[in-house]
């Protein structure tokens, strides 16, 4: 079957209409045009009711922001082909995309589908200082905002002034949001899900935005970061400590009833042994009483020490219980045996994991000041305002993602997210990928001399963005984590001997000289430190064009300008709109001395020259290669003449190949 398509016809995907078409396949005309109407009748035969009251959010531009979560593609995407080629970026998982995140999100619509299980985002947060304005480049015409988005022509006029008028208004931040948001949730699988950093100027906002497009049913929490340590004094009314970090599921049915963090060697060293109990290392927990109005009593414990619950509050255990407690030595009086009884909380009963809370202190996550001088000691200080901790990213990550998962943050900054990933790995905490997304937004040396200088004088970089510091940062802290993990030799030091067993004599009291401090350096080889870069690039001038169907009469751009560069920036974009993923390099296939692109079930024919001798080759391959079985072959237009393009369709429709292929050709332009 012979297919047309356009290359500027490359959108994000309706794969709800499709599931709608799937199951209600009544509901469709014969022109595949959708009844709503049809669809309700159906619908109330199981007893749903479309009441026309409803709760919701509207703003000045919502219309335009919906719009723009369908509107097709204006770029191309292009590899770095010197950096992704080196050693260690070569076979890497890990993405850096340089380009406008809403763009990105596009591309990523079919190859990403369904196929991320965490996201991460920290946007704008728009407090008035931090340079959020929106700014649009699209150009639509009033009426034809008017028919695009079904609005009167009066409100078209106001949306496309609002747009223009660089707002940081909440309508503007939006919009802005809105169709970023509304992509991304069709990039997580079933099981996914989206946290995103926030504080009080557009938590509200934010709220009802991610109810609308998530679903209020799939919202799990607002956590309550204490990103700050300290009161500031120069604030007007009450000192801000905290930050928000939305947390929604994909499907919430699909998330496990508790979130849980694995143990750490952080939280395993608060567990003891100092009365040397044969069952090991211990912490003590407090006798929890309960409130309410249960029965009360005071228990005389063996030693003398006397227990009873706190007022209005009723023992959790009870004395027998307590009784038991004791005589399995389970009971704690603190060191002088004389304190509150406790409970002995055992490390070795403990399970893989903990429950998380939803309040998130600056001890356990880091706060903006250790995010800093964590920043500033990869890449020097006073390059961003404040950037995220990697203990916060990697809580996100353990609470939400197993080893060999996809995380994504379409809004990088300094690169937390990506740093954090590489942190847990290292760990021996699996493989995840990261893909990380970010603007080359142009650095003002007036507002940042610091961050300009730095990549203008170290990175030797003539046009400053804050990409480069991304990409930096990432370079910067995958060779941190394997420098830390090298084998470090035991230091020499002097100690007085207390007359333990093992390394100390028992028996003196004098001075020794042990080795300590040796570590063992662990297994990263499997660890993936690098990344490739991709960006996007605008598509070619006098690259649109309405023409229906193409052929050598209604040519409408001249293909004889398009370098071997230029062809492999449409075959990454192409492979990309084909479910192909960014990381993953097509097979050159020789068809006698024409050569193709194959990768599972796709062929690309790109190039000029293919003559019936390579027809020939092509149809021998499918039929000899046991590794080549294209069921798609699609072929770049503008390179084939017309009578060729019939040639390999007819030849390609009428071969009954050897291995009973159904062969898809598709034209492109």
Not at 519 to 539: A, M, Q, Y
Request: charged fraction near 30%; include cysteine; proline fraction near 3%.
């Amino acid at each position: 079957m012979e297919k047309q398509q356009t290359t500027n016809n490359i959108g994000i995907p309706h794969k709800d209409l499709e599931i709608i078409k799937k199951h209600f396949s009544h509901c469709f005309d014969k022109n595949s045009n959708f009844d709503i109407e049809k669809f309700k009748k159906e619908l109330s035969k199981n007893e749903i009711d479309f009441s026309k009251e409803s709760y919701g959010m509207d703003w000045l531009g919502k219309s335009y922001a919906r719009l723009l979560a369908s509107d097709e593609v204006t770029t191309l995407l292009k590899e770095d082909d010197k950096f992704n080629q080196k050693e260690e970026n070569k076979n890497s998982k890990n993405l850096l995309i340089k380009g406008d995140n809403l763009e990105v999100l596009k591309h990523f619509s079919n190859n990403y589908y369904e196929q991320v299980k965490m996201i991460y985002i920290d946007p704008p947060y728009n407090t008035g200082s931090d340079g959020f304005v929106y700014q649009d480049d699209r150009k639509f015409t009033i009426g034809e905002l008017s028919k695009l988005a079904g609005i009167d022509e009066d409100k078209a006029k106001r949306i496309l002034e609002f747009t223009q008028s660089k707002s940081n208004s909440h309508s503007a931040w939006l919009t802005f949001m809105y169709p970023r948001l509304y992509i991304a949730k069709q990039l997580l699988k079933d099981d996914g899900v989206i946290f995103v950093s926030i504080d009080d100027n557009e938590v509200a906002q934010l709220r009802l935005l991610m109810d609308e497009i998530f679903g209020e049913e799939n919202f799990i929490s607002e956590i309550i970061w204490y990103s700050k340590y300290t009161v500031a004094n120069d604030t007007n009314y009450l000192s801000q400590q905290h930050e928000y970090i939305l947390l929604y599921a994909k499907q919430k049915e699909n998330i496990p009833k508790k979130l849980r963090l694995k143990r750490t060697e952080e939280m395993d060293a608060r567990y003891t042994n100092p009365d040397n109990d044969l069952r090991g290392p211990w912490k003590a927990t407090p006798l929890h009483a309960k409130s309410g109005s249960g029965e009360s009593y005071k228990f005389k414990f063996s030693n003398g020490v006397i227990w009873s619950a706190p007022s209005g509050r009723y023992p959790r255990f009870s004395q027998i219980k307590l009784s038991e407690l004791e005589n399995d030595n389970r009971i704690s009086f603190g060191k002088n045996g004389n304190s509150t009884p406790s409970v002995k909380t055992f490390l070795s009963e403990l399970g893989d994991d903990r429950v998380s809370g939803d309040l998130w202190k600056y001890d356990d996550v880091g706060h903006t000041h250790s995010s800093n001088e964590e920043l500033a000691g990869l890449v020097g200080k006073g390059m961003f305002d404040n950037p995220k901790p990697t203990r916060l990213i990697k809580k996100c990550l353990e609470l939400a993602t197993n080893s060999k998962d996809i995380v994504l943050d379409f809004f990088a900054g300094s690169g937390t997210t990506g740093d954090a990933v590489m942190q847990l790995n290292a760990e021996g905490k699996g493989n995840r990928e990261y893909i990380l997304v970010q603007l080359p937004e142009e650095i003002d040396p007036k507002k940042n001399k610091t961050a300009y200088d730095f990549v203008k004088n170290e990175l030797k970089i003539n046009n400053p963005t804050i990409f480069d510091i991304t990409k930096e940062r990432l370079i910067r802290a995958a060779k941190k984590i394997q420098n830390e993990n090298i084998d470090k030799p035991a230091k020499s030091e002097k100690i007085k001997c207390e007359g333990f067993e093992g390394e100390h004599c028992i028996s003196c009291k004098g001075d020794h000289t042990i080795k300590m401090g040796a570590t063992k350096s662990k297994d990263l080889s499997n660890v993936d430190f690098g990344f490739k870069i991709i960006e996007t690039t605008p598509i070619w001038e006098d690259y649109n064009f309405d023409a229906e169907k193409l052929d050598s009469q209604t040519k409408l751009f001249n293909e004889g300008k398009l370098t071997d560069k230029d062809l492999k920036v449409l075959l990454t974009t192409w492979k990309t709109y084909d479910g192909i993923s960014l990381t993953q390099d097509l097979k050159e296939i020789d068809l006698g001395g024409y050569k193709g692109y194959y990768f599972e079930n796709k062929l690309y024919l790109m190039n000029k020259e293919f003559k019936t001798k390579n027809l020939k080759k092509l149809l021998t391959e499918i039929d000899e290669n046991k590794e080549f079985n294209p069921a798609i072959i699609i072929v770049f237009g503008y390179n084939f003449e017309s009578k060729v393009l019939r040639e390999i369709a007819e030849n390609i429709k009428n071969y009954s190949n050897k291995k009973h292929i159904d062969v898809d050709f598709i034209t492109r332009y």
